[in-house]
């Protein structure tokens, strides 16, 4: 299979890359380095020992991907590409709706224009906003997102699920699409060889690459948002899924999608339409029980406070991961103790991360 990665250089993109090429697939990578560098992509064909097709450019600029993907005519598109910082979609909404929609949008123009059928979408569990009860089930109703980030997700798994519809009823489309929404729990950890691993700029929002920032010595302490919700220990409980785990999801994705529009052809049926999948564990882990596994695995305990709450987060967010497992054939086999491990292995052998 030929599979086409927007995004591909960065943190995600680059560990399926990975899975992608050791699955036997043909990998090219469209970025234009807003938030990556190329080295991640010669990190993985080191790894790999094969080469990946790559192309510096803006997924929404619509003239150099239609040259692009003439070139490629991939079986598969794998759309990562994104703005991704919460807390800055809220100070610059307008950048995060022209990135996301367009570059989403600009490739399904281009699709539509040279037939291609199949692309793999990165969701997240931010669309299932705060009113469900988890364990999230793929049917569980879309709620009102908390900042403009999520509302990116939200639209974008809209917009491709209404151009699947519409590319059944033929439209102007020539082949139906097929559209697959992966909503990711909460990606963590690092390739096992250490050579490849989260690489957030500037002060890392989120929860892993903060612990591991401290336990390397680049901060102080890790601030610990509230202790004071409903759960066992009081801090916020997540679906911490190990990345390589993640990657292999979209492997199996892309195998499934394309399998799956062989066998409606062959029985002259028609292909497309949408399908959701979590990808998550299904079991969830407490800020503080992350922080505690970090330490066993970088081998000296991990500063903390406890600060407030942060404005937004929800209590308890996990997967019921139940659909992947049944259709896909996919479950996460890396718990915690192989997450923080292959985190510290990153961040010690790259304390400054890629280029530096
Ligand atoms: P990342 O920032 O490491 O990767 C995104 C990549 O897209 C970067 O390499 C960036 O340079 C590139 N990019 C952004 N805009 C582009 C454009 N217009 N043209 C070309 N390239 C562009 O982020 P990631 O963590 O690898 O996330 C990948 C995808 O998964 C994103 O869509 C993100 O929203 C989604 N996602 C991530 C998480 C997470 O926790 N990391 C959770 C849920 C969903
Ligand atoms: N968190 C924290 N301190 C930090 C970053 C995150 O206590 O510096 C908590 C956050 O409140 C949440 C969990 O860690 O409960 C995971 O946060 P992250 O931003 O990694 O992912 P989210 O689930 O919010 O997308």
């Given at each position: 299979m030929k599979t086409l990665l927007t995004g591909g250089a960065g943190y995600i993109g680059s560990h399926t890359a990975v899975a992608m090429l050791n699955a036997g697939h043909e990998v090219a990578v469209v970025d234009n380095y807003a938030n990556s560098s190329a080295e991640a992509i010669a990190r993985v064909e080191k790894i790999t020992g094969k080469k990946v097709a790559l192309y510096e450019a803006d997924v929404a600029d619509k003239e150099r991907m239609m040259e692009i993907l003439k070139a490629e005519m991939p079986d598969?598109?794998?759309?990562?590409?994104?703005?991704?910082?919460?807390?800055?979609?809220?100070?610059?909404?307008?950048?995060?709706?022209?990135?996301?929609?367009?570059?989403?949008?600009?490739?399904?123009?281009?699709?539509?224009?040279?037939?291609?059928?199949?692309?793999?979408?990165?969701?997240?569990?931010?669309?299932?906003g705060e009113d469900n009860v988890p364990p999230f089930t793929e049917d569980a109703p879309k709620g009102m997102c908390t900042n403009p980030?999520?509302?990116?997700?939200?639209?974008?798994e809209q917009m491709l699920?209404?151009?699947?519809?519409?590319?059944?009823?033929?439209?102007?489309?020539?082949?139906?699409?097929?559209?697959?929404?992966?909503?990711?729990?909460?990606?963590?950890?690092?390739?096992?060889?250490?050579?490849?691993?989260?690489?957030?700029?500037?002060?890392?929002?989120?929860?892993?690459?903060?612990?591991?920032?401290?336990?390397?010595g680049r901060r102080d302490h890790l601030t610990v948002f509230g202790d004071d919700y409903d759960t066992p220990d009081g801090t916020c409980r997540r679906d911490y899924i190990h990345v390589m785990d993640l990657a292999e999801g979209h492997v199996k994705a892309a195998e499934y999608v394309i399998e799956k529009r062989k066998e409606a052809e062959a029985r002259g049926e028609a292909a497309g339409g949408t399908e959701v999948f979590n990808l998550g564990t299904g079991s969830p882990y407490s800020v503080l029980e992350m922080v505690e596994a970090f330490g066993r695995a970088c081998g000296h305990a991990v500063a903390y406070e406890i600060g407030a709450r942060r404005a937004g987060d929800v209590q308890d967010s996990w997967a019921d991961a139940s659909k992947a497992r049944a259709v896909l054939g996919w479950e996460a086999s890396r718990g915690i103790d192989e997450i923080c491990r292959d985190a510290w292995n990153w961040q010690s052998n790259n304390p400054q991360g890629y280029n530096k």
């Amino acid at each position: 299979m030929k599979t086409l990665l927007t995004g591909g250089a960065g943190y995600i993109g680059s560990h399926t890359a990975v899975a992608m090429l050791n699955a036997g697939h043909e990998v090219a990578v469209v970025d234009n380095y807003a938030n990556s560098s190329a080295e991640a992509i010669a990190r993985v064909e080191k790894i790999t020992g094969k080469k990946v097709a790559l192309y510096e450019a803006d997924v929404a600029d619509k003239e150099r991907m239609m040259e692009i993907l003439k070139a490629e005519m991939p079986d598969c598109i794998i759309h990562f590409a994104g703005l991704k910082a919460v807390g800055e979609s809220v100070a610059k909404p307008v950048e995060y709706y022209r990135n996301n929609i367009d570059t989403t949008l600009t490739l399904l123009e281009c699709m539509r224009e040279l037939g291609l059928t199949s692309i793999v979408f990165s969701s997240s569990a931010t669309v299932y906003g705060e009113d469900n009860v988890p364990p999230f089930t793929e049917d569980a109703p879309k709620g009102m997102c908390t900042n403009p980030y999520g509302w990116t997700k939200w639209m974008q798994e809209q917009m491709l699920t209404d151009a699947a519809k519409a590319s059944a009823k033929g439209d102007d489309w020539k082949t139906p699409l097929s559209v697959v929404l992966l909503r990711y729990f909460n990606p963590v950890g690092a390739h096992e060889s250490g050579l490849m691993g989260e690489d957030p700029q500037g002060i890392p929002n989120n929860l892993m690459p903060y612990i591991s920032q401290v336990a390397v010595g680049r901060r102080d302490h890790l601030t610990v948002f509230g202790d004071d919700y409903d759960t066992p220990d009081g801090t916020c409980r997540r679906d911490y899924i190990h990345v390589m785990d993640l990657a292999e999801g979209h492997v199996k994705a892309a195998e499934y999608v394309i399998e799956k529009r062989k066998e409606a052809e062959a029985r002259g049926e028609a292909a497309g339409g949408t399908e959701v999948f979590n990808l998550g564990t299904g079991s969830p882990y407490s800020v503080l029980e992350m922080v505690e596994a970090f330490g066993r695995a970088c081998g000296h305990a991990v500063a903390y406070e406890i600060g407030a709450r942060r404005a937004g987060d929800v209590q308890d967010s996990w997967a019921d991961a139940s659909k992947a497992r049944a259709v896909l054939g996919w479950e996460a086999s890396r718990g915690i103790d192989e997450i923080c491990r292959d985190a510290w292995n990153w961040q010690s052998n790259n304390p400054q991360g890629y280029n530096k």
